[in-house]
């Protein structure tokens, strides 16, 4: 059987504070198979962003620390690896769109100076060809007058076309594993079709495996195989993308699903929607028992004392809630 492109096994990341050493993401396990798409959901604060910096180990180590687990990159452990190397890795093996490309790319330096420089670190080409390859690239995802584009500095570019840039980038060396992070956030719904059709389009394209961290269960429905659903730096559920959507298994998956605007749902004037009360508790206020518990319509005594684990159920799925699926 061959290995997944990614195997993240047992991660555990915590943060040194002035209130001692917190746990953001604790014992996270999953995988992410070559040419899959796989959707890391849950609300701000839950720990996507943390496990997605940790896989280029790009979290500032202190006051971060991955005390524990292993990150697998077809079988390599990234967290072995010294700085050089990972380096040799970043951009080349794996690529990252972060979640705001003005914030992502240098404001000093123009669009065409940042793309060469990635051909420069991890190919053999000469400047010219850099510049030619560049072109090409923001030709593919669509940005019109792309040499012209490469004289222009992220604050001359609409944050569509940033957004493009970052992807353009990303893919420069046709990267095995694409690290998405919210990449159509604040883009208008035409540009955020646009976007996951063209992500689509060149996964097919390259082979490369997509691991897209989003909120947004639109984006899940569109291009993701599998979910992974995660709250309070857990793993709360997981499963294929259609199976989950239709019938989720876990109290915050329901939540999360009841709360996506419907149309038509809404026919009484001033009738609210569906939400789940409460915040993701902070790292230093993680409540005993099962951390979804202080918010969940469902819970019982035993939720507030006692953790529940992952279970398996049919169809390559898992949940870890003490209720049974069919008493939600």
Request: glycine share 6%.
């Amino acid at each position: 059987m061959p290995l997944p492109e990614l195997d993240i096994q047992n991660l555990k990341i915590s943060f040194s504070t002035p209130k001692g050493k917190l746990t953001a993401v604790n014992r996270i396990s999953f995988k992410l198979n070559k040419g899959e798409t796989l959707a890391l959901v849950g609300e701000s604060g839950c720990g996507k962003t943390v496990s997605a910096l940790s896989i280029l180990r790009l979290l500032p180590e202190p006051p971060a620390e991955i005390s524990s687990g292993k990150i697998l990159l077809s079988g390599q452990n990234l967290l072995s690896l010294n700085a050089k190397d990972l380096r040799d890795i970043r951009g080349h093996s794996i690529s990252m769109i972060f979640q705001d490309p003005m914030t992502a790319l240098n404001p000093v330096l123009s669009i065409g100076e940042q793309m060469v420089e990635t051909f420069l670190r991890h190919t053999d080409l000469k400047r010219k060809e850099a510049l030619q390859k560049s072109v090409d690239l923001l030709s593919r995802v669509e940005i019109p007058s792309p040499k012209e584009k490469l004289k222009y500095y992220p604050h001359q570019l609409s944050g569509g076309m940033r957004q493009r840039v970052m992807i353009a980038m990303s893919l420069a060396c046709s990267p095995r594993l694409l690290i998405a992070d919210e990449p159509t956030t604040a883009l208008d719904v035409l540009t955020q079709a646009q976007i996951l059709e063209l992500l689509e389009s060149l996964k097919k394209e390259n082979g490369m495996s997509i691991l897209i961290i989003t909120h947004d269960l639109g984006v899940v429905a569109e291009i993701a195989q599998r979910v992974l659903i995660m709250y309070a730096g857990e793993i709360v559920e997981s499963g294929p993308a259609r199976a989950l959507l239709d019938n989720p298994l876990h109290p915050y998956t329901k939540g999360l699903i009841a709360s996506v605007p419907k149309l038509g749902a809404l026919k009484k004037l001033g009738a609210r929607l569906d939400e789940i009360s409460g915040n993701v508790p902070s790292l230093e206020q993680r409540p005993s028992g099962c951390s979804f518990h202080p918010r969940c319509t469902w819970a019982i005594e035993k939720c507030k004392t006692q953790k529940p684990q992952l279970r398996e159920a049919e169809g390559q799925r898992q949940w870890s809630c003490h209720l049974e699926p069919g008493s939600l």
